[in-house]
């Protein structure tokens, strides 16, 4: 069992950086890929970022390509997602997930219960 738990979420103007923690329980954090995704009003989750378990593969969706940055510190249990050149359209729920296997699409296996990130224009 791992659980998830999402901080860092607000509101920034267009333009603005925001970076994004993940904490995790148990000691199995290091032997999980962790992902994030979103969820925009009215719109299907979609998948933004996923880092294998020693954080040497990373792989980002191209909307936020260049822009946002997945990392994790296995010392701290805690994955990361750094954010800048933040438009208005990157506003949404922002998950953290986790699997076991490092694939650009997750099957995922835990998610955490979501942050708010709100980009005003």
């Known amino acids: 069992q791992l659980q998830l738990v999402e901080s860092g979420g607000g509101l920034v103007q267009a333009g603005g950086s925001l970076r994004l923690s993940c904490a995790a329980s148990?000691?199995?954090?290091?032997?999980?890929?962790m992902d994030w995704f979103r969820q925009a009003p009215g719109k299907e989750r979609e998948f933004v970022a996923t880092?294998?378990?020693?954080?040497?593969?990373?792989y980002h969706a191209d909307s936020v390509k260049g822009r946002f940055t997945i990392s994790r510190d296995n010392a701290k249990n805690t994955a990361y997602l750094q954010m800048s050149g933040l438009k208005p359209e990157d506003t949404a729920v922002y998950y953290c997930?986790?699997?076991?296997?490092?694939?650009?699409?997750?099957?995922?296996?835990?998610w955490g219960q979501g942050t708010q990130v709100t980009v005003s224009s």
């Open positions: 880092i294998s378990w020693r954080g040497e593969r990373t």
């Open positions: 148990g000691d199995a954090f290091r032997s999980y890929a």
């Open positions: 997930a986790a699997q076991t296997v490092f694939t650009t699409q997750p099957r995922v296996d835990y």
